[in-house]
């Protein structure tokens, strides 16, 4: 699949049929989502730095950029990748290594240092600038900080989405939104819409799919899930 034929996945989709993207973190974890059906998987940098051995943001970016060719390797569905900030790469460079890991898609967040808002008028320059080195070739998922690192004012986060789909972000991704605050977000932004499911279970995913959400995510969810029952295995064969 292309990145034309990913972008779309994420048109016309009606209330309560939103794009579930399962998040995996190595090469094993994708074959079981692929194997399960679904149509594309989107790899979270926190759980792939877990995998690792790294504590979130800290990946190199060599090392992330050899997981995500792994991961893409190893199934046949296409696969979007949480490449965080950018790792500091102009656009020439990033595009040009994400597209030799044969992924088709990318997470770029408006944030650095984990802590840290970007410019919101820089940010979207530099994301003008992956959009024309990219061309139609990646699909590119701007993710938005402002209610991790910000006011959580949703009208913060409407205008810094309006910039980066102004420089030819495909989807808008604002991190940890209160499903309250949807609405206001869906009347603000044009175009596709990601949010995150508090939990990797069916609970989560209705609730968003209730609400109209295009795309759905996990982040380290299912991850963090994984681990969890890997520890209680592990207890168990201990006592």
């Not at 989107?42 to 090392?63: H, N, R, V, W």
């Not at 900030?85 to 898609?105: C, F, K, M």
């Not at 990601?194 to 799919?209: H, I, K, R």
Request: charged share 20%; net charge negative.
């Amino acid at each position: 699949m292309t990145a034309s034929s990913f972008r779309a996945l994420h048109q016309g989709r009606t209330a309560g049929n939103p794009l579930v993207l399962p998040g995996p973190w190595d090469a094993t974890s994708a074959q079981v989502f692929a194997d399960a059906g679904f149509p594309a998987l989107a790899t979270p940098s926190a759980g792939i730095a877990a995998s690792l051995g790294y504590q979130d943001g800290s990946t190199p970016a060599d090392e992330m950029f050899a997981a995500v060719a792994r991961i893409v390797r190893a199934v046949d569905v296409p696969v979007s990748a949480d490449i965080e900030g950018g790792y500091g790469l102009d656009p020439g460079e990033l595009v040009g290594r994400l597209l030799e890991t044969g992924a088709i898609g990318c997470n770029l967040e408006d944030s650095e240092g984990h802590s840290t808002l970007k410019d919101p008028e820089e940010h979207a320059e530099w994301l003008a600038g992956v959009r024309a080195e990219a061309g139609e070739d990646l699909f590119i998922n701007a993710r938005v900080d402002t209610f991790l690192f910000g006011t959580r004012d949703p009208a913060d986060a409407v205008a810094r989405a309006r910039l980066y789909v102004n420089a030819g972000a495909d989807c808008v991704y604002p991190l940890l939104a209160p499903l309250d605050v949807y609405p206001e977000l869906r009347k603000g932004i044009e175009g596709p819409l990601n949010m995150a499911a508090d939990e990797p279970n069916e609970e989560s995913v209705a609730a968003l799919a209730g609400l109209g959400v295009t795309r759905i995510t996990f982040g380290p969810g299912m991850h963090r899930h994984v681990r969890g029952a890997t520890s209680k295995l592990a207890t168990r064969l201990r006592d």
